[in-house]
């Protein structure tokens, strides 16, 4: 990069360029061994979109009810066929990942029956999609369901403590993702474990995994190491940063069918649902996926390095394996992450001159600051970075389309810090 150009446009200092610039180009070997996911993964996308014909009349679509929309059903086939399972759900109007979480859940349990969350409690927003907080009508807790969680006990799921608690459970959940946790994201190889160890005890139980973040950061998908069911985000790392809204579903026949016909209703499900022309930029998003994701996590590997030098803890640490695109930069000081989160915004595509404070979001506890200036509003595939105002003062930092940008973006960070008094350099 240029420094003069980075000095006169974002007023950035000769050491931080340095610390910057020479950590990427240090990293370059590590961040080869990413590679050949990135390129299985790639690989993987493509095939499918051959083997399943895609053509351009799948980019028309039908209005009304939405019969017989053959892009929709194909990026349905095309999902399926990448995840490895019978079915799949691939819809623009599932708002989030909480939602395409919520309904999936909705649609599994009925009342009486008991869902297992051996991963910690989930992530903030599904606390209350769950009733652990909130007051919300339609929770599961409320439509008579039973909850319980295991902690993981030094980042591994504590079978003992899964053994005492299985008895009559219907439904086993993991989250891949670190969340707003302090610890590294979970295997692939440790969710085969987990299934395997559930499944022996009862084949019946149903494994599932919010699978939000951990996509195309390893060669293989949960639902290729036994889980039933994954659900995820589009604006997340399989849109590619070019979905414009939407989730997905992925699991058997039966089960796409159960969660279908919550999101719709029994004997509609999946053959109705207007996709309103959002085929094109789901399956181009789907098509830029590996790619993106593999920028995202160059990007979270230099954020990592550069602060865990500085002396601040750092999950995942810098020799943990990765499955998800979060870096976690403890700050201990509400001060230092909003200065952060305040100088991700600063290096946004849309919306850099803007200023985060921390807010009330629906569906989290504590008062959040975010930084989110992408093409598409919310989308945290794009360079993001998010902290909620509790101790210990994380922030976590989230994506990059393309890496000069999250080194731009490191750069203004560690200066906005320097500025405030907040760092020494
Ligand atoms: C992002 C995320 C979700 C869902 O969040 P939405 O903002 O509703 O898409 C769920 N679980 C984890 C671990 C996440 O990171």
Redesign the pocket.
């Known amino acids: 990069m240029n420094f003069e150009f980075l000095k006169d446009n974002y007023g950035i200092e000769k050491e931080i360029f340095d610390i910057v610039e020479n950590k990427s180009k240090n990293l370059r070997n590590v961040f080869e061994t990413y590679e050949q996911i990135k390129e299985n993964n790639q690989i993987k996308i493509i095939n499918s979109f051959m083997k399943n014909k895609l053509s351009q009349s799948d980019f028309s679509y039908s209005t009304g009810y939405g019969y017989g929309d053959s892009g929709r059903d194909k990026t349905e086939k095309i999902f399926a066929d990448i995840f490895k399972t019978e079915d799949a759900l691939v819809r623009p109007i599932i708002s989030?990942?909480?939602?395409a979480?919520s309904i999936s859940l909705n649609a599994l349990l009925k009342s009486g029956e008991k869902m297992l969350s051996i991963s910690d409690h989930?992530?903030d927003?599904?606390l209350e999609v769950i009733g652990i907080k909130g007051n919300e009508y339609g929770n599961l807790i409320s439509r008579g369901i039973i909850y319980d969680s295991v902690s993981l006990i030094d980042n591994k799921f504590d079978f003992e403590a899964i053994k005492s608690k299985i008895e009559n459970t219907k439904l086993v959940y993991i989250?891949?993702?670190?969340?707003y946790g302090l610890k590294r994201a979970i295997t692939i190889r440790e969710i085969e474990e987990a299934v395997e160890y559930v499944k022996r005890i009862n084949p019946n139980i149903l494994v599932m995994v919010?699978n939000?973040?951990g996509e195309f950061t390893e060669d293989r998908e949960p639902t290729e190491v036994g889980v039933d069911i994954c659900a995820g985000?589009l604006?997340?790392n399989p849109g590619g940063g070019i979905a414009l809204s939407g989730?997905y579903i992925v699991g058997s026949r039966k089960i796409v069918d159960m969660v279908s016909n919550i999101l719709y209703a029994p004997g509609l499900g999946k053959e109705t649902g207007m996709t309103f022309d959002m085929t094109r930029s789901t399956l181009q998003g789907l098509f830029f996926a590996p790619h993106v994701t593999h920028e995202a996590l160059k990007s979270a590997i230099l954020f990592c390095e550069i602060y865990s030098d500085l002396g601040f803890e750092v999950y995942p640490k810098n020799k943990d394996p990765r499955s998800d695109i979060?870096q976690s930069i403890v700050f201990n000081d509400s001060k230092k992450s909003i200065a952060f989160v305040q100088g991700i915004q600063k290096a946004a595509t849309v919306g850099a001159h803007v200023i985060p404070y921390p807010w009330d979001m629906p569906?989290y506890s504590d008062k959040v600051i975010m930084a989110s200036g992408g093409f598409v509003d919310?989308s945290?595939i794009e360079l993001s970075a998010d902290g909620p105002l509790r101790e210990p003062y994380v922030a976590y930092y989230q994506g990059g389309i393309v890496f000069e940008q999250a080194k731009l973006a490191c750069m203004i960070t560690l200066q906005n810090m320097k500025d405030n008094n907040l760092l020494k350099i």
């Open positions: 989030s990942g909480t939602h979480i989930p992530y927003t599904l989250q891949r993702s670190t969340g919010d939000c973040y985000s604006i997340k989730g979060i569906g919310g945290s």
